[in-house]
């Protein structure tokens, strides 16, 4: 069977926007290095296959306010990224990669990052829940099916876990089930919907 997402995949030695197809992800850290250059900064994460996170100079004052200055605490903790196509090359709109949520912090935080030498704006992080499969142990993102990603990502926008799902899962997919990682696409579908309409 021919695959047509593998010609499509960008060439590239760092994440980029296009390996976002449209969905936030959940990178979990595995190494953190500092480089010369213009993107100082080197994350790996699980799963990054060749291609590591270079965070901008914004996110970066982010993730040192957040996380503090060492980056070697850094590592094992998880951050969910997602495009924003508002961000800028000069005038025009090419999109970026920006930091939506951060383990290892308590409730919503605002940070005013400078956004040009006149211009400072507000930013949101909000808490990045770990989802549990069960009460000792902790999904490998990497390795969930898709489908299972967006449910991770759905629960995470609004802020909850997976076990604090539990008590709708019957009336959603008609039954309990304590593992993200034995639900079906169907199920996923029915999850991510009903997240969807949670204001």
């Not at 902790?138 to 967006?150: G, I, N």
């Amino acid at each position: 069977m021919v695959n047509m997402d593998e010609t499509t995949v960008p060439k590239s030695d760092q994440l980029n926007v296009d390996d976002f197809k449209g969905k936030p992800i959940v990178i979990k850290v595995t190494d953190i290095k500092k480089v010369d250059g213009q993107q100082p900064i080197i994350i790996n994460y699980e799963g990054d296959n060749g291609k590591p996170y270079k965070p901008s100079k914004g996110m970066r004052r982010i993730l040192s306010q957040l996380w503090g200055s060492k980056g070697e605490d850094y590592i094992g903790r998880s951050m969910q990224l997602y495009v924003d196509e508002k961000v800028k090359f000069g005038k025009l709109e090419v999109g970026g990669i920006r930091i939506s949520h951060l383990s290892g912090i308590e409730q919503d935080i605002t940070i005013n990052l400078t956004v040009s030498k006149s211009n400072r704006k507000p930013y949101l992080i909000k808490p990045l829940n770990v989802v549990a499969v069960a009460e000792t142990e902790v999904v490998d993102f990497q390795e969930l099916s898709q489908k299972q990603k967006e449910v991770v990502a759905g629960i995470s926008n609004i802020g909850g876990t997976f076990d604090q799902l539990q008590d709708k899962l019957e009336e959603i997919i008609g039954r309990k089930e304590g593992d993200v990682t034995k639900l079906n696409d169907v199920d996923c579908a029915k999850i991510v919907t009903y997240l969807s309409n949670i204001n």
